[in-house]
């Protein structure tokens, strides 16, 4: 049973309507808040606040309560709406959520090292440049969040992680070349693993089917497949099948553009020793 941390977006008048119809159909339906959230995979408090308009309600939520409460197509239709609010940061805390739970997760990233891949000294320097400037107690738990959410690849060895990350990432040298340097060791190390594979995208490849930009996919266990995409100061979260194939279609297309497996650890190994 899911239960959901601290941290939620402030209240908005979207989230109170959501969480109004959310109660009004689980009343009609003659489930207490407990039943339906035994029947969902939430606890009642997560559901309280839903309702209350506090916590944004969770994708998965959404579908399970679709069909505890008579597949109405209310929720449904009311989700989008709130995936249009502003609030990056609100909208990653969901994404986050599912990937505790997924059993793949892909990204395609040509902006800057993964957070997932990122060395301490890596992280630090991106938040130490960040406009509007954070200070040091936000940077320290800007940090530790961060830092906490990396244990994904190594407590979950039967999630499938696979990554495809420009070459121009590296040859930058965000931080210097002692961070670079450290960050391609630890992105080696992280290669090693069973359950990741990371991929070059050379910088000799003209094109590629991901030139619209940044994406990650994922599959949850019971087979629904969700992409997330960020840009500046927004993100789209995106649940529509149409969209999320069109999505994985790209990928795919990708990883047999980018680099093979053993020929991007060897650049790898040739841009560290270059350093």
Same mark, same amino acid.
């Given at each position: +049973?899911?239960?959901?941390? #601290?941290?939620?977006?402030? *209240?908005?008048?979207? +989230? ?6 959310? $109660? ?7 489930? *207490?808040?407990?039943?339906? &959230?035994?029947?969902?995979?939430? /606890?009642?408090?997560?559901?309280? /606040? ?12 959404? %579908?399970? #309560?679709?069909?505890?409460? &008579?597949?109405? &197509?209310?929720?449904?239709? /009311?989700?989008?709406? @709130? ?10 805390? $969901? ?19 993964? &957070? ?31 830092? %906490?959410?990396?244990?994904? =690849? ?33 992105? @080696? ?9 990371? $991929? ?6 003209? !094109?590629?089917?991901? =030139? ?5 996919? =994922? ?10 995409? %960020? ?13 999320? *194939? ?7 297309? +990708?990883? /047999?553009?980018?680099? !093979?497996?053993?020929?991007?650890? *060897? ?7 270059? @350093?």
């Amino acid at each position: +049973m899911v239960d959901g941390g #601290g941290g939620e977006p402030e *209240s908005s008048d979207s +989230m109170r309507t959501f969480g109004a119809v959310l $109660q009004a159909l689980r009343e009609h339906a003659g489930l *207490s808040r407990e039943e339906f &959230g035994d029947r969902v995979g939430f /606890s009642k408090h997560t559901v309280a /606040s839903v309702e209350l308009g506090r916590r944004m309600p969770d994708v998965v939520l959404v %579908e399970r #309560g679709e069909e505890a409460t &008579g597949n109405t &197509g209310a929720l449904r239709k /009311s989700f989008p709406k @709130l995936a249009r609010q502003p609030g990056l940061a609100a909208w990653f805390r $969901q994404w986050a959520a599912l990937e505790q739970m997924a059993i793949t997760l892909y990204t395609y990233e040509c902006r800057l090292i993964p &957070g997932l891949l990122q060395t301490e000294a890596y992280a630090r320097t991106l938040f130490t440049y960040q406009l509007p400037p954070l200070d040091d107690e936000q940077i320290e738990a800007q940090w530790v969040a961060r830092a %906490e959410r990396q244990r994904l =690849l190594r407590e979950r060895p039967n999630t499938a992680f696979g990554f495809i990350l420009e070459e121009h990432l590296f040859r930058r040298c965000t931080g210097g070349e002692d961070v670079t340097r450290e960050l391609i060791e630890h992105v @080696l190390e992280i290669a090693d693993l069973r359950n990741v594979e990371i $991929q070059i995208m050379p910088t000799v490849q003209k !094109t590629h089917a991901g =030139l619209d930009g940044p994406m990650q996919l =994922l599959e949850t266990p019971d087979t629904q497949r969700f992409a997330y995409c %960020e840009g500046q100061e927004s993100g789209q979260f995106i649940a529509d099948p149409k969209v999320v *194939s069109m999505l994985q279609m790209r990928y795919a297309r +990708m990883r /047999s553009q980018a680099l !093979t497996l053993t020929d991007s650890m *060897s650049l790898l190994q040739r841009m560290r020793g270059e @350093l």
